[in-house]
């Protein structure tokens, strides 16, 4: 398996018929004019942004697209996941709607998941649909999030729980943003690089493990590759299964424990891919559990995760706590909880589990 050479771009292709589109993968590609042609020709660009992100890398943007759209509007909005809500999405509409922006409107999406989950969500909505681009400067939004069109805002009852199916027009990954993410952030990242391989990919799993060094350092072709395959991987998926009938959901290996941490110490406290790294350590102990993997596959993955700088016990709520919080799980049927369980290394299997024997793992999983 060979990284990409850090001075090119890769090009990974979701196939969605006619909503297919491009995930363009190097370093300069905000500054590099190729990157934004052929986008849906319009009167209007908004770049929704946010006040960490905007400004490092807004006014590149800007330029970039000045050539390409009469007005290039931009609105900053507050950062974090406290505001990944209805109330801050009202924002981007008031700037739409204030600027007189039509139907072709085209919205640029600038920083993280939640920039890019809320941006997609405006996206949606706006006129009925309206086109968008992600330009994800987090890992975990090249690696995961601006991919496969899931878009939402979370309501106080829930995390995510409204959004919308809705697929960005190009995904633009460029590599150099990683370099100003603060490594707590690196390491959330790392999370759902790691994922793919469990789930999918056991050779990817050796690559990161003998890559993470060169990936924590920020090695421009270890992270080129480390995006680049994760984009692959998730491609394949959401091309199977775009709106999670089945399949889908194998993408959400360790999310099921990880919402119940999120929740339980309150949104923020963990980062998503913390909460998500600690929850696939849990997910992969319940899959012991059942007879699935080996102790040495368990500890494989905890080693890995330790290394990556990701937290390895779980805060202790309380397994009654964790059940609660699991149970308005979107993969929940009728309130029985569904995990992502490793059937055998490199294949996921999305079923249920007993309560006392999930209790027992998560008992055991916050015990340092
Ligand atoms: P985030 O968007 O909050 O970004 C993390 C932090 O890094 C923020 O403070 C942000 O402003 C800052 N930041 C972003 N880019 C930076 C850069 N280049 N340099 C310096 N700072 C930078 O969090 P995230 O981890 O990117 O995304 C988490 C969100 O994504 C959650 O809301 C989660 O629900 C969502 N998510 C969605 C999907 C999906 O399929 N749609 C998948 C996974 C996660
Ligand atoms: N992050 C899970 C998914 O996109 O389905």
New binding site residues.
């Given amino acids: 398996m060979t990284p990409t050479p850090a001075s090119s771009s890769a090009l990974v292709d979701i196939q969605l018929g006619d909503r297919s589109y491009p995930i363009v993968i190097g370093a300069g590609l905000i500054d590099r004019p190729s990157t934004w042609e052929g986008l849906p020709r319009a009167a209007s660009a908004l770049i929704v942004t946010?006040d960490?992100?905007g400004p490092?890398?807004l006014e590149r943007l800007q330029r970039a697209l000045q050539p390409h759209y009469a007005r290039v509007l931009h609105i900053v909005l507050p950062?974090?996941?406290a505001y990944?809500t209805w109330e801050t999405l009202n924002r981007i509409f008031d700037v739409l709607l204030g600027q007189a922006c039509d139907r072709k409107t085209v919205l640029f999406a600038l920083?993280?998941?939640?920039?890019?989950?809320m941006t997609?969500f405006a996206a949606a909505c706006y006129m009925r649909g309206v086109p968008f681009v992600q330009v994800?400067?987090?890992l975990?939004?090249q690696v995961?999030?601006?991919?496969?069109g899931?878009?939402?805002v979370?309501h106080p009852m829930g995390?995510?729980m409204i959004g919308a199916f809705y697929q960005p027009v190009r995904v633009v990954c460029d590599l150099d943003?990683?370099q100003?993410?603060?490594s707590r952030?690196l390491s959330?990242?790392l999370a759902?690089v790691i994922k793919y391989g469990p789930i999918h990919d056991m050779a990817f799993l050796d690559w990161i493990e003998a890559n993470l060094d060169l990936l924590l350092a920020r090695d421009a072709s270890a992270l080129a590759w480390a995006v680049r395959r994760s984009c692959e991987i998730k491609a394949e998926v959401v091309g199977q299964d775009e709106r999670e009938s089945g399949l889908r959901a194998i993408l959400n290996f360790g999310h099921t424990f990880g919402h119940a941490i999120e929740a339980g110490l309150g949104f923020g406290a963990w980062?998503?891919?913390e909460a998500v790294g600690c929850g696939m350590l849990m997910a992969a102990r319940l899959s012991e559990r059942l007879g699935y993997v080996d102790a040495a596959f368990v500890g494989r993955l905890t080693s890995l995760a330790r290394r990556a700088g990701l937290p390895t016990v779980g805060p202790a709520l309380g397994a009654q706590s964790y059940l609660e919080h699991m149970r308005v799980d979107k993969k929940a049927q009728d309130g029985d909880i569904r995990f992502v369980l490793i059937q055998r290394p490199g294949q996921a299997v999305v079923q249920g589990a007993p309560d006392a024997l999930v209790a027992e793992v998560i008992e055991q999983s916050c015990r340092s």
């Fill in positions: 946010n960490v992100v490092l890398y950062d974090g996941e990944k920083g993280g998941g939640v920039m890019g989950d997609g994800p400067t987090t975990l939004a995961d999030s601006s991919v496969g899931k878009t939402a979370n995390k995510n943003t990683l100003t993410l603060p952030e959330a990242g759902e980062l998503h891919g």
